[in-house]
C-alpha cells in the first residue's frame, strides 16, 4: 500500500483532519507532519513515504526546503510529490513545479480530482519502482556479461598465444635438437677419455701410464665439451622457460617495462623460425623510455607479427625483417617491416577483422591480427599497418610516453 504524507503547517486542524481521513478511506496510509523537522526524520527513515501531499503556504522557506530535501533524495526511492494551496497563491504553485513537485491542486479543490491524481501519482510511483528493480537487474546481468565476455576473450587470446607456439613448433624442436646434438657428442668424448684416465686412478694395471700428448689431449678437450655441455644445457634452459612464459594464460597485470626488452624476447623466441635464408635488421634506441603494459601480450603481438613477415618472405632471395625503435615527447614507438610483396592496397583495413587470412591451412587461424590490434588497445596503445615504398609492408605499434611525475613513482 503506498503511504501519502500530508504537510500542514498552516492549515487549520479540522481540515488537515478531514483531509487525513478521506485519505485514509481511500486506501492511503496517512502520516501527518506539520513541521520541517518531522519532515526530515521521515526522509530518513528506512522505509521513506512514496507520496508527498503538502500545502504550499505562504512560508516558502520552509516549503522550498522541503521539496529540495525529497528532490535531493529522487534517486534513492521512487516518489510523487502533489502540492496544493489557495486559487490566488497559484503564481506559487506553479514555480513548485520547477523546483521538484510533479503536480499540483488549487483549493477548494474537487475530492474526485485529488482522488484520481493520487492514484495516478501512485501508479506512477509503482512504475518507477519497476523501473528502478528492472536497472538493478538488467545491471547484474551486464556486469555478469561484462566478466563472462573478459573471460571468454582471455581465453581466446591464450588460445591464439598456442596457435603461434603450433606455427613454431618445428623450428623450435630444430633449436633444442642442435644443443641436444654437441651435448650428445661431448658426453662420448668425456666419456672416452674418463675411461683412459679411471684406468690409472684404479690403480688395477701400475705399469700403465699416460703419454705427453694423451695428457695434453685429455687437458684440453675435456673442459671444452664440459663447457659444450653446460652451453648446450643453458641454451634448452632458456627456449624451455621462453616457451612456458609465452604458453602460460596472462595475468592481465601491467607493469613499467622496455619495448626494447619485449623486442628481444619475441626474437629470441622466433629465431628457429627467422634464421634461415631471412636477416632481421634492429635499430633500437639506446634507454628508450619505459612504458606501462602486460609485457606478455605485448611481446605475443610482436611474435604474430615477426611469424607473419616471415611467412610472406618464404622462398624470397635477400628477405629482410627490420625492427626499430624509437621514442619522441609522446609516443615511444616500434615498427616491424619487411621487404616482402606488401598488403594489396584494398586488404589495408580487412586484415583486421577476425578470421581473414592469406595464408594456407594449418599456417594461421586468422585471428592474429585481431587479437593483436586488440591487445595493443588494452594495453593503451595502437597499431597501424601501411606499405612500404620500398616494397614490403610495415606495422607500427604506439604507446603514449608516462607523464613524469608517473614515470617516477613507477621507476621508485
Known amino acids: 500500500m503506498t503511504t501519502s504524507v500530508f ?36 526522509l530518513t527513515d528506512e ?53 521538484g513537485a510533479h503536480d499540483f491542486l488549487t483549493s477548494p479543490f474537487d475530492e474526485a480530482l485529488l482522488k ?64 641436444l646434438g654437441y651435448i650428445s657428442t661431448s658426453l662420448e668424448t668425456t666419456k672416452i677419455y674418463w675411461e683412459q684416465t679411471s684406468k690409472l686412478l684404479s690403480g688395477d694395471n701400475a705399469e700403465e701410464t699416460l703419454d705427453d700428448e694423451t695428457k695434453a689431449r685429455i687437458l684440453d678437450r675435456v673442459p671444452k665439451a664440459l663447457d659444450r655441455i653446460s652451453n648446450g644445457l643453458e641454451r634448452i634452459d632458456k627456449l624451455m622457460q621462453g616457451l612456458k612464459n609465452f604458453a602460460r594464460s596472462s595475468r592481465g597485470s601491467k607493469k613499467f617495462y622496455s619495448l626494447n626488452a619485449s623486442v628481444e624476447t619475441a ?10 635464408g631471412i ?71 580487412t586484415i583486421w577483422e577476425p578470421y581473414y587470412t592469406t595464408k594456407e591451412e594449418g599456417k594461421g587461424t586468422g585471428l592474429g591480427l585481431a587479437i593483436s590490434k586488440s591487445l595493443i588497445r588494452d594495453n593503451g596503445g595502437k597499431i597501424t599497418v601501411q606499405n612500404r615504398d620500398e616494397g614490403g609492408a610495415e606495422f607500427t605499434i604506439q604507446f603514449p610516453v608516462l607523464a613524469q611525475e608517473e614515470s617516477d613513482s613507477e621507476e621508485q
Open 116 to 179: 484520481a491524481k493520487l492514484e495516478v501519482a501512485r501508479q506512477i510511483v509503482v512504475d518507477r519502482r519497476v523501473l528502478a528493480e528492472s536497472a538493478q537487474v538488467m545491471e547484474r546481468y551486464a556486469r555478469h556479461v561484462d566478466r563472462l565476455s573478459a573471460e571468454r576473450a582471455r581465453q581466446l587470446f591464450h588460445a591464439e598465444r598456442l596457435s603461434t607456439l603450433g606455427t613454431m613448433s618445428a623450428g623450435l624442436a630444430h633449436e633444442i635438437k642442435n644443443p
Open 267 to 276: 626474437l629470441e623466441m622466433c629465431a628457429a623460425n627467422l634464421k634461415y
Open 279 to 349: 636477416e632481421v635488421v634492429t635499430t633500437l634506441q639506446e634507454e628508450i623510455p619505459f612504458v606501462r603494459v602486460e609485457p606478455q601480450q605485448v611481446e605475443q603481438v610482436l611474435i604474430n607479427l615477426f611469424v607473419n613477415a616471415s611467412h610472406a618472405l618464404e622462398g624470397q632471395e635477400g628477405a629482410k625483417i627490420f625492427v626499430r625503435t624509437w621514442a619522441d615527447s609522446e609516443w615511444v614507438t616500434v615498427t616491424v617491416s619487411d621487404n616482402g610483396p606488401g598488403i594489396p592496397r584494398s586488404k589495408l583495413n
Open 7 to 42: 504537510l500542514s503547517i498552516t492549515s487549520e486542524a479540522i481540515r488537515r483532519q478531514q483531509l487525513e481521513e478521506r485519505l485514509t478511506s481511500w486506501g492511503f496510509s496517512v502520516i501527518p507532519f506539520t513541521d520541517t523537522d518531522a519532515a526530515w526524520a521521515i
Open 47 to 99: 522505509h521513506p513515504p512514496e507520496l508527498f501531499f503538502f500545502e504550499w503556504t505562504e512560508q516558502l522557506s520552509e516549503s522550498n526546503l522541503f521539496l529540495q530535501a525529497i528532490w535531493d533524495t529522487r534517486h534513492e526511492f521512487p516518489f510523487h510529490a502533489l502540492v496544493f494551496g489557495d486559487q490566488e497563491n497559484q503564481n506559487h504553485l506553479l514555480k513548485a513545479l520547477g523546483q
